[in-house]
């Protein structure tokens, strides 16, 4: 594929859509082709404001053969199917997150698209800003020494456009798999491993789903993490990184373009602080999407980024504690 564009379809005409289809549009080697929707005339209306063609059912779109990927955005509960249905079709497949509701249905698509040869992403939009690959290559670089604690909160009001969605159990709605997932895989990725220990509370809301959620994690290096979140609180949208010769402030962490650096070189006075600033765009899917492009000219099948067996584990943590707190989802 060095010499086209690659071409997309999507799955699911709502909100992400729309986002996607910007970054896409956005993408010099990406070319938006078609949507579809299983909600009846939606479909065509997102194909006309952004100037593409509608297919009449999901089983249309991963039939064509002008498509090379699919981007599944329909709600948590639809994901393994959709995805399923693509990559029996010969699609590789870019799934928004939750990559899908459990670790064995993760694992499921994991294996399928394994045995069909097609690339398979989770879209964690996040891990791929340039502001985050900064961080982690200064981390990596012990900029604050060994990081010994990280702490983030990462919350507030859900639009009105988004609440339906959260509190129905029957679309696999709560805070964790929604909101929780972000600071979940910030830490993950920035420590290079994933937690030896978990353990975490929940406040239910009044359909059963996970309103507000606190985890706990312990990691083989002796590193900590403490995570906040909630769809109906407003919290700071902030991390901080603690580490054995400084620490680092990264407000609004899920999207921003800076962070602040502070070293006390192990004492309770701060010596020197140095803000770091990145140009990054606005619609930060753009990153993501060429990610995908890279690793299909490159006829990778994941991304090193996210690999596979992290999407999986990460999905199982995520049912260790909905397992503590006794929320499983009516169709599983």
Known sequence: ????????????????????????????????????????????????????????????????????????????NFHTDNAALALNHGKSVLIEKPFTVNAPQAQFLVDLARDKGLFLMEAIWTRFLPTMIELKKRLN??????????NLTFGGFAPDKYRPRLIDPALAGGVTLDMGIYPISFVCYLAGELPVQVQSLCQFSDTGVDERATYQFRFASGMTASIAT????????????????????????????????????????????????LDQADNGFVYQVAEVVRCLRAGERESPLIPHTETVAIMALMDDMRQQWGLRYPFE
Not at 60 to 76: K, M, N, P, Q
Not at 252 to 266: E, K, P, R, V
């Open 1 to 76: 594929m060095p010499d086209t564009p690659i071409r997309w379809g999507i799955l699911g005409a709502g909100n992400i859509a729309h986002k996607f289809a910007d970054a896409v549009a956005q993408d010099p080697d990406s070319m938006l082709v078609s949507v579809a929707s299983n909600t009846p005339g939606k479909a065509a209306a997102f194909a006309e404001a952004v100037g593409i063609s509608a297919d009449e059912s999901y089983q249309s779109l991963v039939g064509r053969d002008d498509i090379d990927v699919v981007y599944i955005a329909t709600t948590h």
């Open 141 to 150: 670089e012990q900029v604050i020494g060994e990081v010994q604690h990280m």
């Open 230 to 277: 909630s769809y109906n609180l407003k919290m700071k949208q902030e991390a901080v990184l603690y580490g054995t010769t400084g620490y680092i402030d990264y407000p609004d962490f899920q999207s921003g373009s800076a962070f602040a650096i502070h070293h006390h070189g192990g004492t309770n006075d701060v010596d020197d602080s140095a803000a770091v600033q």
